[in-house]
C-alpha cells in the first residue's frame, strides 16, 4: 500500500514568510511524529500526535511552531516569521499502535520529507 | 532525556568486508533499537530493529546485538555490497504512556556514513 507521503518536497522561504508543511500518514496509522533533521545530523524530536490529540510537543523550537492534525489523518506542521535557522528537512512518521497500557513500540515508518530553505 | 551517541562517523570498508556501527545510550528505560539506512536526498528505512527482551536478531546479511547492561547496540553488515553505502542511523525509544496507550518517541544517533568500495 501507499506509504507516507509528504508535500511539498521542496520550500524556499523568505525570512520573516509562514510556512505550511503537510504530512498524509499511511491508512489507518493512530501514531504521527514530526521530526527536524538539520544537514548532516540525525532526525531529532519534534511532537507528537495520537489520532487528533497532540500528547507531546515537548521538541517543538519555540513557539513559532504549530502542528495540528484536526481529523486525526493527514497533519500540518506550520511555521511562523521563518528564520534561518529553521532550514532543515522536516520529517514526518507514523505508527500503527494498538491500544492499551505499555505495549511495546510500533515501527515507525518516515515520510520522504520537505526540505525548507529560509533565505 | 535520552542521549544517543554512535561511532564511527564515517566508515569505509571494501566490498565484501564486513561493517560494523555501534551506539550507546544513556536512558535505561529505552526498549525498542531500531536501525535505519538513509540514502542522499531519501527518507529513513527501517533495516532491522530489536526490542529490549532479546539480545541478538538476524536477517540475512544485517544482525544487530543489545547489551542492555552496558547500555550499548550494535549493527553489523556482513559481505558488504556497493548497494550499502548509505547513511546509518541507530535509534533508541523509551516508551512514553500517552492516555493509557505506549508510544516511544526516537532519539537518533548522528548517523554512520557507510562507504562499500568495488
Known amino acids: 500500500g501507499a506509504g507516507v507521503s509528504q508535500s511539498p518536497r521542496y520550500k524556499v522561504a523568505k525570512r520573516g514568510q509562514d510556512v505550511a508543511l503537510r504530512c498524509d500518514p499511511i491508512?489507518?496509522?493512530?501514531?504521527l511524529f514530526w521530526y527536524q533533521q538539520a544537514l548532516g545530523q540525525g532526525p531529532e524530536f519534534l511532537t507528537y500526535f495520537q489520532n487528533e490529540a497532540q500528547l507531546d510537543k515537548s521538541g517543538l523550537p519555540s513557539d513559532r511552531f504549530f502542528a495540528e492534525r484536526p481529523e486525526g489523518s493527514v497533519s500540518t506542521l506550520k511555521i511562523q516569521r521563518t528564520q534561518q535557522e529553521d532550514s532543515a528537512v522536516y520529517l514526518c512518521?507514523?505508527?500503527?499502535?494498538?491500544?492499551?497500557?505499555?505495549?511495546?513500540?510500533?515501527?515507525?515508518?518516515f515520510g520522504p520529507g520537505t526540505r525548507l530553505t529560509v533565505l | 532525556g535520552e542521549n544517543v551517541e554512535q561511532h564511527p562517523s564515517t566508515l569505509s570498508v571494501q566490498e565484501g568486508d564486513s561493517a560494523v556501527i555501534k551506539c550507546t545510550y544513556s536512558?535505561?528505560?529505552?526498549?525498542?533499537f531500531p536501525w535505519y539506512k538513509q540514502e542522499l536526498g531519501k527518507r529513513p528505512q527501517l533495516i532491522i530493529d530489536i526490542r529490549s527482551n532479546v539480545g541478538e536478531k538476524k536477517d540475512q546479511r544485517i544482525a544487530v546485538t543489545l547489551n542492555k547492561t552496558a547500555k550499548h547496540f550494535s549493527l553489523h553488515i556482513t559481505e558488504t555490497q556497493p548497494e550499502d553505502s548509505a547513511v546509518y542511523f541507530c535509534?533508541?525509544?523509551?516508551?512514553?504512556?500517552?492516555?493509557?496507550?505506549?508510544?516511544?518517541?526516537?532519539?537518533f544517533g548522528q548517523g554512520t556514513i557507510l562507504t562499500v568500495h568495488p
Open positions: 535509534a533508541a525509544a523509551s516508551p512514553s504512556n500517552a492516555g493509557g496507550t505506549s508510544y516511544g518517541k526516537l532519539t
Open positions: 512518521a507514523s505508527s500503527l499502535v494498538t491500544s492499551g497500557r505499555w505495549r511495546s513500540t510500533d515501527t515507525q515508518y
Open positions: 491508512s489507518g496509522h493512530v501514531s
Open positions: 536512558d535505561s528505560a529505552s526498549n525498542y
